[in-house]
């Protein structure tokens, strides 16, 4: 059995460039994996079967850790399926990718359990058929991406002190929030991505578009900052914040969980551990 932490992910900025004839957007992101995760354990069998403590999550071939497994078995030409349990920590629709993060942490193990028939370059290429957010856990946990997602320049680890994820019950849809997005009054063409990184510039394009979806998300973010943290920002097409800054108590919001994590990195020959 092979057991597997699956990291969630923070975009510490995102911004969006163009739209692309395809209808994804082009992306400019700055992704950090973190130590929220979900734990995946993994058999060799005669078939799939994944199991999930969740038991609102399908477990059907719908679910992305099995077209992860479904995948490899086409890239391979390898027959045999996997059993897999998922215990999920990573809450959904949230814009941390805790979806593609399961995908990534298959095509890992499957690799791992059939004797690594495919390199790591391989397996974060065949990743973006599952998702635009899965190739980039195949970097070591801090990279820009571009394009959908799936042109990923790893990076130095950035230096981490303790901060709070914050979840509001209710959830973003990914395609409703890049649908919303007007890119005619998005600024950045003069915006050179090297100038973003060091200091790092906080920002994400897609708080516009979820806010006008959902007026709560705006009202939760001026509770943060007024609450004292120094950088609040939504991740991904939401609806977690990333709340960093020194507090030493965090304000008690109904239906609002929190999260204490550290940004995570992975060795080049290991998978995610915490
Ligand atoms: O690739 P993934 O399935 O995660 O994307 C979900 C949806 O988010 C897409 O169908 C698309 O509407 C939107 N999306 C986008 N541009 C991206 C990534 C996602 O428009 N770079």
Redesign the pocket.
Known sequence: MLRLFSPAKVNLFLLVVGKRPD?????ASLFQTITLGDTLEYELSDKDVLTCTDPTLPTDASNLVLKAASLFRSKTGIKIGLKINLDKKIPSQAGLGGG?SNAASTLWAFNKLTGCPASVKELQQWGGEI???VPFFFSEGTALCE???EKVHPLPSLESAPFWIAKPKSGCS??AV??RLRLDEMHQPQLVIENLLDPISYHNDLEIPAFEINPELKKLKEILLKSGFQTVLMTG?GSAFFCMGSLSSFPSIPDVSYYAVQFLNRKSDDWYRI
């Open positions: 209808g994804y957007h082009d992306l593609s998702g635009s957010d394009g959908r997602g990914t395609p890049f649908k097409s």
